[in-house]
């Protein structure tokens, strides 16, 4: 890669005995996924990115993206937000929303994001794609490498997530219709030819939901839409269970993992069920009385859903850790992804928090800084100390540096906070 992102740069400064922060949700991001009416060729409602402030209890819409159908994933990360939204993957600041960087890959599907990279599964009705699964640098979204069909998943795929150094795919055939599969795949990284599948079983058909825990692996999988099976499997995808859900008869709208279970619910209906992948059995339920389309819960149990009617309007539910509905507000249509996004408070001694973020770096002499901070006064020395360039800029914004090549020092002041960085301009 010929860029690389500096680590975060997390600055404490207090006055008094002691310095401390903690680390709490914040805001659920909500990716509403719009209307596009497909016998007309036109966008009724735009695809947009909307947060919900857990604190104060209140929903605000941020951008609205008017160039895509649809959206199908939302990542956030200490610094970022990805989407994935029809044919593009975009990388916004998260404190400013500034666009950083937008690429076009077409069938887009499902992200997984690491300090490095971006990673990303295909798919789309009535395409073949040479590749199904990608991986992208994470500060610029150019491509670093592409596994080909035949060397990677061979079907479209769906879910993809992270662990301890490998990629686990959800390989499904989704947008073949009476033809789905059920594969998970590996891929080692950093390891060529590592890509390696387990078949999930004649009932692991159409794996629509991929979930990560500690204790294993486990996929909520839909067949042929005339029933669902949940499948268990172990990180070196040595062998797999799967089990048929009885009381599912027409696959599944949403599904999480929850309390040590599998949570999902049957299209159609409003209950929520727990499948416990010790005993392999239905073991628990959820008397929430609607119909969700996204669902997501955080550390203390608390559950926030989703519910569309698909043309015109949208709502987010809250609910507390005893399922009580504490909250209840309109938002966009159709919001199937929900993202948590932890941040940290400052305690009580702590009187200034400012976090910076600083790349590319080496560059060619453009700059974005990044953090929780509104306005920041940047500096630009040479290596003599002698200033060179002097700006404000706020979060996320480019700097553009019209400097002959050699090492530099960035000094930004944010508030009363003041740090210093080395950077190469090559």
């Known amino acids: 890669m010929q860029f690389k992102m500096l680590t975060l740069l997390s600055l404490g400064f207090l006055l008094g005995t002691q310095s401390f922060a903690q680390t709490s949700l914040k805001y659920v991001w909500v990716l509403n996924e719009g209307r596009y009416d497909y016998v007309q060729s036109k966008q009724t409602i735009p695809v947009s990115l909307g947060r919900y402030d857990v604190e104060n209890k209140s929903y605000e819409e941020m951008l609205e993206f008017t160039d895509v159908r649809f959206g199908s994933d939302l990542k956030v990360t200490e610094d970022f937000i990805f989407l994935a939204t029809d044919t593009l993957l975009v990388k916004l600041d998260k404190y400013s929303l500034t ?11 499902k992200i997984a994001v690491d300090e490095d990279q971006v990673y990303i599964t295909r798919g789309e009705y009535g395409v073949n794609f040479n590749s199904y699964f990608q991986m992208r640098d994470v500060n610029d979204l150019s491509q670093l490498t592409e596994v080909n069909s035949q060397d990677g998943p061979k079907f479209s795929t769906e879910g993809v997530e992270l662990k301890d150094g490998n990629v686990y795919i959800a390989v499904n055939n989704g947008f073949d219709f009476g033809n789905e599969v059920g594969f998970i795949g590996k891929y080692e990284l950093g390891v060529s030819t590592s890509y390696s599948e387990i078949d ?35 990180f070196d995808l040595n062998g797999v269970t799967t089990s048929n859900l009885a009381n599912v008869g027409a696959g599944c709208g949403t599904s999480m993992y929850y309390d040590s279970r599998v949570m999902y619910q049957e299209f159609g209906e409003n209950k929520l069920f727990g499948f416990n992948p010790i005993s392999a059995e239905i073991d628990d339920s959820l008397e929430l009385n609607y119909e969700f389309y996204g669902l997501v819960a955080d550390e203390s149990g608390q559950i926030f859903a989703t519910l569309t009617d698909f043309l015109s309007t949208g709502s987010l539910l809250v609910f507390d850790a005893n399922k009580a509905k504490v909250d209840s507000l309109a938002i966009g249509v159709s919001a199937g992804n929900l993202a948590l996004d932890y941040r940290s408070s400052v ?6 928090f400012v976090d910076f973020g600083l790349y590319p770096n080496p560059t060619k002499g453009n700059l974005r800084l990044t953090g929780n901070f509104e306005i920041a006064e940047v500096k630009i020395l040479n290596a003599l100390g002698s200033l060179q360039y002097e700006v404000q800029v706020k979060s996320g914004e480019l700097i553009w540096l019209d400097l002959p090549q050699g090492i530099y020092i960035v000094e930004m002041t944010a508030g009363e906070t003041t740090t210093t960085e080395k950077i190469i301009i090559q």
């Open 99 to 109: 666009e950083l960087d937008r690429a076009v890959v077409h069938g887009i599907r």
């Open 200 to 234: 999930l079983g004649p009932n692991g058909a159409n794996p629509d939901n991929l979930m990560m825990t500690d204790d294993g692996i486990f996929t909520l999988n839909n067949k042929d839409y005339s029933g669902s099976s949940v499948s268990v499997l172990d």
């Open 347 to 352: 305690g009580s001694e702590e009187l200034n």
